[in-house]
């Protein structure tokens, strides 16, 4: 049973462009959870998706992100026209049910030139 | 707000040393904690997770407490290795709120030959 799955593992973009990171759940698991680790801060939780739904999104920027889980495919974070800020690690991870424990992906370290 | 901080930030120790690492949160209202290891540049590896009605759960060296009402768990490790050098993060899921996590920022452990 593979891990969860995020790619690409190392995204390096300028600042205007556009990254979209990836995350394969766990085989099994319909819950999905996005967290960013900024340089010197602890994880912050971002978003929570099951299947063609957003049930939690209070830890989204208001503007610029943006984040899916279609009914077939990875769940995707979309981070539009992105800035320096934006530079960090985000993790993906998932679970059966919104509960319990949660298993995590390797992460997508993103920098912005 | 939940808050979590984790003491010492770092912490060094020689090999085969007994040792306690403490994470403190200011919301009694939890559903669950969890302890997580990183390992630089990798994702995160989950290591106990104690529901709000239980006191501990233990992992081979591992043992983690939890003390609700005071706000506080603590993730001891019994004879410490080499391999066991990694930052360990302790997070709390609040009630209701199923897997959106608070991370604390770590404690970094290092153990020498």
């Known amino acids: 049973n593979a891990g969860v799955m995020q790619n690409p593992r190392h995204l390096v973009r300028r600042r205007g462009q556009e990254a979209r990171l990836r995350c394969s759940p766990m085989?099994?698991?319909?819950?999905v959870y996005w967290y960013r680790q900024l340089p010197e801060e602890g994880l912050k939780f971002m978003v929570y998706l099951q299947k063609e739904n957003i049930i939690d999104e209070s830890g989204m920027p208001k503007e610029r992100f943006s984040a899916e889980f279609p009914k077939e495919g990875p769940s995707i974070l979309r981070i539009q026209q992105v800035v320096r800020g934006d530079s960090a690690a985000y993790f993906c991870a998932s679970s059966p049910q919104n509960t319990g424990e949660l298993f995590f992906g390797e992460g997508s370290r993103l920098t912005v030139l | 707000k939940q808050e979590v901080t984790q003491i010492p930030a770092a912490l060094s120790v020689p090999e085969g040393e007994n040792l306690v690492l403490n994470c403190s949160f200011t919301d009694s209202a939890i559903y669950n904690l969890q302890w997580f290891r990183q390992d630089p540049g990798k994702g995160l590896t989950s290591l106990l997770l104690i529901q709000s009605s239980q006191r501990e759960q233990t992992s081979g060296r591992l043992n983690a407490s939890l003390d609700k009402s005071s706000g506080r768990s603590t993730l001891y490790i019994a004879a410490s290795q080499p391999g066991d050098s990694a930052t360990y993060l302790c997070a709390v899921g609040a009630t209701g709120g199923g897997n959106k996590l608070t991370f604390g920022t770590g404690t970094q452990l290092k153990v020498e030959l």
């Open positions: 085989k099994g698991h319909s819950h």
